[in-house]
């Protein structure tokens, strides 16, 4: 069974600085998918980033970067320059390769809220 | 583009009452649905998913129950609603199964019961 385990219930950064949220998993299969998604207060979850478990590179997409060290089984996103609209549950996801027909079983973390400081 | 809509945004129901949320998806033909609730400090809970019209699978035993009238329609319902229903509901889409495809999530629904 996969799990997600972000260890970090809540953190502070100051805006314009750079924050490190973690996020480790557990899996045994060689093929999974990991996946960072934000969470306002409205309650929607925002896709951020994906990072393949055969990737050469760790992600990016703009502001968010990816940290990811397959031997250690950790996916931390790095959101660089934050902004007070950073200010958000953030959850670190898995999906297996394996999941069935179609089904998206996507495991998550119980999630770091972050409040960016002005 | 797609969009997916999901409604009412909250909902209050008394306990035993019946539940009834749905959730649309846009600009997008035979999508993978899915139904996920949150506790409240918790990550998310797969409920039920979709492969196509009809075709509904449960992740968790639980007093819910999904279907799938329409190709891009997904329902959430309840016969009688108990407290511990009370969370916060999620539809999801994605396009194919495949690793690196990532669900896309509607505005979610909190529902209280009562």
């Known amino acids: 069974a996969q799990k997600i385990t972000q260890t970090q219930p809540g953190m502070f950064v100051q805006e314009k600085e750079a924050v490190t949220l973690d996020c480790t998993y557990d899996?045994?299969?060689?093929?999974?998918?990991l996946f960072w998604y934000k969470q306002p207060s409205s309650g929607e979850m925002i896709f951020l980033i994906y990072?393949?478990?055969?990737?050469?590179q760790n992600a990016t997409e703009g502001r968010y970067s990816l940290n990811f060290q397959k031997a250690r089984k950790s996916a931390n996103l790095v959101i660089s320059a934050s902004q007070l609209g950073d200010s958000a549950m953030y959850f670190c996801?898995?999906?297996?390769?394996?999941?069935?027909?179609?089904?998206?079983?996507?495991?998550f973390g119980k999630g770091t809220k972050l409040s960016v400081i002005p | 583009s797609q969009t997916i809509h999901q409604w009412p945004a909250t909902l209050v129901q008394p306990v035993g009452s019946p539940l009834s949320l749905e959730c649309t998806v846009e600009?997008?033909?035979?999508?993978?649905l899915y139904w996920y609730r949150q506790a409240a400090g918790r990550g998310l809970q797969l409920l039920f998913y979709?492969?196509?019209?009809?075709?509904i699978s449960s992740e968790v035993p639980q007093n819910l129950s999904a279907s799938r009238p329409q190709d891009r329609q997904f329902i959430l319902s309840s016969k009688k609603l108990l407290l511990s229903d009370s969370g916060f509901y999620l539809c999801?889409?994605?396009?194919?199964?495949?690793?690196?495809?990532?669900?896309?999530f509607g505005q979610g629904t909190r529902l209280t019961v009562v």
């Open positions: 899996t045994s299969d060689p093929s999974y998918g």
């Open positions: 990072q393949g478990s055969y990737d050469q």
């Open positions: 996801a898995m999906r297996p390769p394996n999941s069935g027909a179609g089904s998206y079983q996507l495991t």
């Open positions: 979709s492969v196509g019209i009809g075709q």
């Open positions: 600009g997008t033909s035979n999508p993978n």
């Open positions: 999801a889409w994605s396009v194919h199964q495949t690793v690196n495809t990532e669900a896309f």
